[in-house]
């Protein structure tokens, strides 16, 4: 019987044998996995040649990243008044690098990028007055303008020296608490908090699944006067450049005088503290900022937090690559006549391992 039962047996280790080499054969045939050393074969057909203008972004929507070698600005564009102009068109800017006009290659308004934002309170003595109501219009602005999960700000105080009271966060809570908690007294180390305010914001936290375009602010409340930094003027604004902050500036100056109409006073005075926060916007792309009363500092953060949503987003990559560590002067113009715009004057150009433009 069991002689009978052997051609059975061997029949059978055939056909396993058989089904064995047809299933190894089915799996040599699978294709490599992506990423794998030998993925892609000789054989295989060429890749669809790149676009060579990149789109440029619908206005309705938030600006897209920009690459390696590009170069991007925030624009602010106001009439006469000082009325934001918001319905500009790519075509109605023209950019200008060393004086040699630039091919604009992205475009948005109304820029939607995440917000990170060093307040900067000035707590010397000569602030005193008018610290409490600095410290409930930062308060205001900060509520208007944060958005949870999405942006984040950092409090730092400066008297003798700088220092961060309440690290970056969008919990509200803890950055009405520090802001709240401040007291004057000391000096004014003003250009060391804005050259460690500008490191900080370079290297400012990313909120996951965020990509690596930000927008970075320094907002500071001080009179302008600087008696203890270790860093001069023109170092605090090269960072600055470096980092891309804008910065924006609400004077504690209160050297008024009332011209015909004692309810609407006027400036009649630049001292130099007042010509030192000017000169700390309008070389970032920011703005100064001169209230008189309460009402009017409440009024200047209002303006920034709807300045900073009212914004075109313009990018273009140097026609000149620029040599890493050289400064390149910028100029933004617009077509449309009676409009003043404001945007950052230059930038350094990074290390070749970096990017042309940073953040």
Known sequence: MALQKRPALNCARTVFVLLFICA??????????????????????????????????????????????VVHLVVTVVDKHHHLVTDLNRDDFKILENGVPQDIRFFGRETDLPLRIAVLLDTSNSIRPRLGFEKEAAVN??????????????????????????????????????????????????NDAIYMAAQKLE?????????????????????????????????AIEEAIRSEAVIYTISTNNDWVSIDNPDKPNKYNMDPGDKVLKDLAEQTGGRAFFPYSTDDLAESFTNIGTELRSQYFIAYSPTNPPVSGEYRKIEVRTNQKGLIVRARRGYYAASPAGNTSGN
């Not at 105080?157 to 220092?163: A, G």
């Not at 690290?167 to 180390?189: C, E, F, S, V």
């Not at 936290?205 to 023109?234: E, T």
């Open 203 to 235: 290297k400012a936290p990313l909120m996951h699944g965020q990509a690596s375009d930000l927008r970075r602010v320094i907002v500071v409340i001080s009179d302008g006067d600087d008696d203890l930094s270790d860093h001069a003027f023109s170092d």
């Open 141 to 190: 602005f900060l509520n208007d303008v944060i958005r949870r999960a999405k942006d984040m700000a950092f409090l730092m105080t400066f008297d003798n020296e700088p220092d961060v009271i309440q690290d970056y966060t969008d919990q509200l809570y803890l950055l009405t608490a520090a802001i709240q908690d401040q007291r004057a007294g000391g000096g004014t180390a003003l």
């Open 24 to 69: 190894g054969a089915v799996f040599s045939q699978e294709p490599t996995k992506p990423g794998a050393p030998d993925a892609v074969p000789q054989s295989s057909a060429p890749a669809a040649p790149r676009s060579q203008s990149p789109p440029v972004a619908p206005a309705n929507e938030p600006p897209i990243r920009v690459t390696t070698g």
